[in-house]
Every structure is written in structure tokens, then in C-alpha cells.
């Protein structure tokens, strides 16, 4: 069985600055995919960044970038340069690998809501 | 356009009432999910077809059911609906041939509310 963990319900960071998500997984699959979504207010689900578990370089993408701690079993997302339009909920989640049982659905966090001060 | 759309965006409906959610797209895609989300959770899912041949349940299965009409178009059906179904419900889709990451790309949502 797979697990995300995100055990920051809540953040606030003020605009400009860096910030980081936490997200800790759980998983007996030797291959597998990370992955961070921002749902706004608004409500729709926002693909971000994804982390393959064999991937020996960071992901990165614009101002979004994933600390993948194989090791530790963490998936961290850091945004630089926070906006006013970052603040919404962000959920980290994962998949097994792509040829396991467990590829076929995406196992989410319960989220963590980021609020930007101007 | 969006690429997946979801109808009806909204809809209220009361206890034992059939309804059906309809999703549609137009990535190309071969794989469709349906999720839901509850107030604080995660999103979990509910089936997932593979192509419109292959139909499968997901982790809340009950209560619920699926048709994929063709390969651009799923719907989820509530066959009796209950106050704890209440909830917003999400289409997911990806790509077989992205065989890197299988990125599930997701609808805007439908908030459903059961009376």
C-alpha cells in the first residue's frame, strides 16, 4: 500500500520569498512517480511537477522545484519568488511503478492550503 | 477550450434521485479516471478505464458506476444518491504512450450536493 504525508495543514509565507511544502511517502514499490498539484479556489486540479523515483536530478520547472530524498522518503516542493497567485491548496501525490498494480491511481496527501502575504 | 470538461459544473440534487456526471475530452488520451474529494482530504479515486473496453474500480467503488461511451468520453452514474456522496468529484486523464510519467491531467471539477 502506498501513503503520502503532508503534515503542514496550513503555511504562510510573504510574497517574494521562498517556501517549502513537506511531503513524505510511503511505498514497497522499487519504481515509482511523485507528483505536486495546486488546486486555487476556484477548485480545478493544477499539475506542477512530477519526480520519477530513478530521476538522479532534482525536477525542476519555472519557479517550482522538487527535493526528492530518496533516502528519507521525501518529496519536498520549494517555490521561490512566491506570488500572490500561489496561494491555494497544494497536494503532493504518487503512483507505483508503471508496470505494478498500484500504477493505476494516484495516491494524494491531504493537502497543504499556502497563503501569500503581500 | 479546455481540454477536459466536466458537466454539470454544479448541481444539487436530493436523496434517491439517479445522476449522472459526464465527462469529456479532447487530449487524445486512452486513459479517464473518476475521482472525488472531500472537505480536508485528498482526492481518492473512484474507477478508472484503461480504454472503452476495460472498466475497473477504484478504492470507493460502492455506490457508484461508470460507463466509457467511447474513447473521449466518460460518465459516472450515482444510481440512488445519498447525503454522504456530497462531495466534489473530479475527471482524470492520461496518456498510455507517456510512458515516463503517466501524468494524470484533471476536469475543473463538479461540486455535488446531495440533500
Known amino acids: 500500500a502506498q501513503k503520502i504525508t503532508q503534515t503542514q495543514p496550513g503555511m504562510f509565507v510573504q510574497e517574494k520569498e521562498a517556501v517549502t511544502l513537506d511531503c513524505t511517502y510511503d511505498?514497497?514499490?522499487?519504481?515509482?512517480?511523485l507528483f505536486w498539484y495546486k488546486q486555487p479556489s476556484s477548485g480545478e486540479m493544477i499539475f506542477l511537477i512530477y519526480?520519477?523515483?530513478?530521476?538522479?536530478q532534482n525536477a525542476t520547472e519555472g519557479r517550482y522545484s522538487l527535493n526528492f530524498q530518496k533516502a528519507r522518503k521525501s518529496a519536498n516542493l520549494v517555490i521561490s519568488a512566491s506570488q500572490l497567485g500561489d496561494s491555494a491548496m497544494y497536494f503532493c501525490a504518487m503512483r507505483g511503478g508503471l508496470y505494478s498494480g498500484s500504477a493505476r491511481q494516484l495516491t494524494f496527501g491531504s493537502g497543504t492550503q499556502l497563503t501569500v502575504l503581500p | 477550450d479546455a481540454d477536459v470538461t466536466q458537466t454539470p459544473r454544479n448541481r444539487i440534487t436530493k436523496t434517491g434521485k439517479r445522476i449522472m456526471l459526464e465527462c469529456s475530452q479532447t487530449?487524445?488520451?486512452?486513459?479517464m479516471y473518476w475521482y472525488r474529494q472531500d472537505p480536508g482530504l485528498g482526492l481518492r479515486l473512484i474507477y478508472y478505464s484503461f480504454d472503452v473496453k476495460d472498466i475497473n474500480k477504484g478504492e470507493i467503488s460502492d455506490g457508484y458506476s461508470v460507463s466509457r461511451q467511447a474513447q473521449a468520453k466518460f460518465s459516472l452514474s450515482l444510481e440512488s444518491a445519498i447525503p454522504n456522496q456530497t462531495a466534489l468529484y473530479f475527471c482524470?486523464?492520461?496518456?498510455?504512450?507517456?510512458?515516463?510519467?503517466?501524468?494524470?491531467?484533471f476536469g475543473p471539477g463538479t461540486r455535488l450536493t446531495v440533500l
Open positions: 519526480q520519477g523515483s530513478y530521476d538522479e
Open positions: 511505498t514497497s514499490d522499487q519504481s515509482y512517480g
Open positions: 482524470a486523464t492520461s496518456d498510455t504512450r507517456d510512458r515516463t510519467t503517466d501524468t494524470q491531467y
Open positions: 487530449k487524445g488520451h486512452d486513459r
